[in-house]
């Protein structure tokens, strides 16, 4: 591919994507970086600044950059689900599960039918059944107690 056509940042950015989604992170983030590199305007679209933030932090460890790339990709584009899917999983390499779930609720806000905002809601962050005594904290000691129970009986 040519620099010289005027639209080689968006294809290689869609091919960036395009690995990203088939799981090969570390291709797609070489490809989101080389689409990026030397641009000083806003050459992405929103969605390749919203894997290229999850890719940043999934392969490099650059969290912090990664969480700032996906939230750009909210700014621009809000009602995008996948945006928030991929800032949720950005907290979750953080070890930040009530920021994951927020981010997914905001997202099931703006589209409420999303199969990827419930895929991760259900599957990857998992839902919490309600404490078994509700008027006491999730760690108190009866409802910890009461909680392993119910897991072993009602599976």
Known sequence: MSQDDP???????ERGIESCRR?????????????????????LPPRGYSYLGYALAKVDGNIREGL??????????????EHYVNLART??????RKEAHRAIERGLRIDAESLHL??????????????????FSRRHPL???LGSVRHVLFR
């Open 143 to 145: 409802n910890r107690l």
């Open 68 to 81: 700032k790339l996906c939230r750009f990709a909210i700014t621009r584009q809000f009602y995008e689900p």
């Open 23 to 43: 799981g090969d992170w570390k291709k797609g983030l070489d490809d989101l970086k080389s689409a990026r590199r030397g641009s000083r305007t806003l050459d």
């Open 118 to 135: 419930h895929h991760m809601l259900h599957q990857e962050l998992g839902l919490r059944r309600p404490p078994v005594v509700p008027y």
């Open 91 to 96: 907290h979750l390499l953080e070890k930040n």
């Open 7 to 13: 639209n080689w940042r968006l294809v290689l950015c």
